[in-house]
């Protein structure tokens, strides 16, 4: 028999914006809908009109501003109230005012919460949902009925949520969504009520789960391998209190797992770049290690594994990272060997074997700095700067030489504290001083190297520090702490990062910055580096 047609419906303009620190307006949800219809989403969830003002305007503005190309709109909202008509229901009629073509319904299907939390009767719940969704449905929508708290209400009282998903498919819902909403359930007993809930009814069943048990995704393939064919979810997992199930691991899991056409043809190669334009917009980030999307998913940091992945990536990742748009990263480290520095130098550009003096040495320097509280996984740049080195064979001529820094932070009688930093440099022999002021040591230091170098170096502009963390490493007995920072740095285009270590906090943080400056001129004073991208900025 054929594979029914799964319904890929996402809910992070709606449930998704229930997590804590989730704040969109309205022009973020129109962006955010626009980069899942291009996905390929088949509905999209926008808000509740006339609970949520913000999303009875996005409704409002989507009529005008959102062209959807595979997509549908859907309306999220209540049952009518208890003992109220349906007809004149103001939540249910700024459902229809939306002009959403569908209308997803949340209903209760837990006959404890129909008593204690909506305070009204079994009998008139029953009501309350077959009335509403045969209103929407005479009106002209497609109607969902999302059963709230279902498989609780299922293990509580069987009956009447299996009545609960009978009504509404007998009064025209297309699917009913079967809720696990305080995210309880494990994967054997959601496949188990899901089928149990298709012999009983024959409805068209749906799928919403919460991932409070970190079971969100595997209940949810839980769901459709017993027979649902709607499944909901946010992107990125975004959803109150441990999120909802993320979206893209499920499309990742259907189409790449299971086979399922859940996508267009084409389409799958586009799902790490929606994610990270959706991290854009919502400022929440992703979590690197999410599957298929994450910054980390195909980032691969032990040296054993560089080493098998030189021979062939497929023995150390699940899929081919490019079938869903992202790509494979190697991380430099301690923890790493030759293998790893060779597969790194080629993501930056470099031709080098791994059986080179020149890579053995550069991964010996990295095992020894990190000794000394070095880390180059974020430290790109400072990578490059020393494998350039050994490639090489000796330090490169330096751009400039630095003769002296000095860094005063004065607290002026008014209270105000001002921080002055100088530099003392020379090009090609000829000193020059610059002096810089900031919102701190590292502040004043950049300003004051942009000042002394940019007329000379004009490239240098475009550069920005983005980022900016210092760890204090403790020292094992008997040794002093050292301070490691790490900067990152922006140029309009692309993002790297270079490391600084020292006891002293600023001369780390002074390394650091050189490292930087020195990465940007050094195409200059060593040309032929083969242009390569640097680390992509990490999802979120
Ligand atoms: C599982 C989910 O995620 S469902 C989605 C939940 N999302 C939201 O709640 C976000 C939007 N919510 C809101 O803006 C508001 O809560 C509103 C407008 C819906 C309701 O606001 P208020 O009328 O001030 O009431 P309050 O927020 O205290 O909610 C309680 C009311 O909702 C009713 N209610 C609760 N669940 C349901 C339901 N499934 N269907 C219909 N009414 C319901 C309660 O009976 C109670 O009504 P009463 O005041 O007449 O007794
Ligand atoms: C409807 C919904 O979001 C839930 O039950 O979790």
Known sequence: MAEAVLQLYDTTLRDGCQQEGMALTVDDKLAVARHLDALGVGFIEGGWPGAVPRDTEFFHRAQSELTLKNAELAAFGATRRPGVSVAVDPQVRALLVSGAPVITLVGKSHAGHVQRALRTTLAENIAMIGSTVRHLVHAGRRVFLDAEHYFDGY?????????????????????????????????????????DTLAATGAALGIHCHDDTGCAVANTMAAVRAGAVHVQGT????????????LFTVIGNLALKQGREVLAPGQLARLADTGRAITEITGVPARPAAPYVGAAAFTHKAGLHAAALRVDPGLYQHIDPDRVGNAMRTLVSDMGGRSSVELKARELGYEVAAGSGEVARATARIKELESEGYSFESADASFELLLREELAGGPERPPFDVDSWQVSVTRLPDGTVRTEASVRLRIDGVPLAA???G?????????????????????????ELVDYRVRVLTGDTGSEARA?????????????????????????????????????????????????????????
């Open 435 to 437: 002096t810089g002021s």
């Open 484 to 540: 490691r920072v790490l900067i990152g740095y922006h140029d309009g285009e692309r993002r790297w990062g270079t490391v600084g270590v020292d006891r002293n906090t600023v001369t780390a943080s002074w390394r650091a910055l050189l490292d930087a400056v020195r990465y940007v001129l050094v195409d200059d004073v060593f040309p032929g580096r083969v242009p390569a991208p640097l680390a992509a900025a990490p999802a979120g």
């Open 439 to 463: 919102n701190g040591p590292v502040n004043a230091l950049d300003r004051a190297l942009h000042q002394a170098l940019d007329p000379f170096f004009p490239q240098l502009a475009r550069l």
């Open 155 to 195: 293990r509580l009282n069987r009956d009447y949520a299996l009545e609960v998903a009978g009504i509404a498919a007998e009064a025209g819902a297309e699917a009913v969504v079967l809720c696990d909403t305080n995210g309880g359930s494990l994967p054997d007993e959601v496949a188990a009520i899901v089928a």
């Open 235 to 246: 992107a990125h997992g975004y959803g109150e209190r441990c999120g909802n199930a993320d």
